[in-house]
């Protein structure tokens, strides 16, 4: 009776979660209207916050300065590193690349208080006198970060409505060839951002990431606490989340900006090829959306309806995937019973619904998958995107030993960053 309890309870969350995430898809499917105002020079700042990056950081540093883009610059954050991060910064193009060095104590406190230190840091220096703070756009890019050479034209235009304080564009991985795991965290990226992104930029919920988020100068600066004047030396828009860019996005909507994700162009990333360490780091993952949840009453008090219940089931994830990881468990409880049952009864009570039913459930999505994939990967072909797209529903099983390893971190009050480590 407990494994058909459980059971029961695991397949009605799938199924309405699957409903929504239907939804979703269809929604993704729809054609935004990007509201225009008048064009504008801006100011394009790229910010890149390091801790022991010197096998990566010279890549996507001439990446950045390689873009075609008339006015922009980098400041690359050492934020304590004891590895040749500096030196690599000091050897990009001094016209392009500034560098900021942080030391301990102050160092090493997370991402976010890096970003913080960055952009106090080009206030102080005056690289930012003269400019608007509307017309100057910052932009967060990993250490691993590849910008594709025309992000910036792709970007611009949604910074033309006023009301816009931010645009996420999509996320790839540049070493997805590099066997099946790489291949799966690349089609997570795409289906994350080709239909839960774009659906939410429909709902008013689109969400930002580690990697390759654009944001208006103003509209940080609105971000600024109580008593506190933007560029102000203590805090700053970020907060000391373990998903900084989580709580970044939520707050930005509920201060009346309207965040954007772009289709047109993408920031390639590094794939993790080791299974331990990719539980490693979605543990820290999750357990910044858990520490997310002391945003819902501010979703609750300022976000509009529609986006907010979007807001709410997204940080509710966290619940529904520990609840989720439940039903392998429950699922075989509930065969074990039925095979003594069988044997009780001296004929098999297993009908073919224990195979149908299962499958159902679980790879209804991959299809949908499939589609999506294969319009970023042609060279797939269709059917080898869906049965792609048939192991990447096993894939999704890392996030259940992620989300217990991030559970017990939290309830054992463990803060640490877990950052990956680059190869």
Known sequence: MTGEILL???????????????????????????VRGPRQRRLYVFLLACLNEEKVLAESLARITSLPAGNFLALVIDDGSDDGTAEVARAADPERVRLLQRTLPDARRGKGAALNAGIRHL??????DGYDPHDVIV??????????????????PFFDNPRTGATQVGVRM?????????????????????????ARRYIGSV?????????????????????????ETAGGPWSDSLTEDLDLGVRLIARGWTNQHCTAAAVS????????RLVRQRSRWFQGHLQSAGLV????????????????????????????????????????????????????????????????LSFTAAYAYGFVYRRRERGLG??????????????????????????????????TWLKTART
Not at 139 to 156: I, K, W
Request: proline fraction near 4%.
């Open 382 to 415: 269709l059917v080898r995107s869906i049965l792609l797209s048939h192991v990447f529903i096993f894939y999704g099983y890392i996030w259940f030993a992620a989300g217990w390893w991030g559970l017990w971190r939290m309830l054992t009050g463990k803060q």
């Open 297 to 360: 009453p501010l979703i609750l008090r300022s976000v509009p309806t529609r986006a907010a219940v979007d807001l709410l089931y997204h940080l509710s994830s966290p619940v529904l995937i520990l609840l989720t990881s439940l039903l392998p468990l429950s699922f075989l409880v509930a065969v074990a019973g039925t095979v003594i049952g069988s044997v009780e009864a001296g004929r098999a009570l297993i009908s073919p619904m224990w195979i149908i039913g299962p499958y159902v």
């Open 123 to 128: 206030r102080e220096s005056g690289l930012l």
């Open 139 to 156: 932009c967060v890019v990993d250490a691993d970060g590849r910008l594709d050479e025309h992000v910036v034209q792709s970007v611009d």
């Open 207 to 231: 969400g930002m990431g580690g990697n390759g988020q654009f944001m208006r100068l103003a509209a940080l600066d609105s971000l600024a606490l109580p008593g506190q004047t933007p560029g």
């Open 269 to 276: 990333q590094q794939a993790v090829l080791d299974v331990r």
């Open 8 to 34: 029961g309870s695991a397949i009605a969350i799938i199924v309405m979660a699957g409903c929504y995430n239907t939804a979703l898809f269809l929604l993704s499917r729809r054609r935004i209207r990007r």
């Open 174 to 198: 540049y070493n997805r060839h590099q066997g099946l795991l790489a291949r799966l965290q690349d089609m997570e990226f795409v289906i994350y951002g080709d239909i839960f992104q774009c």
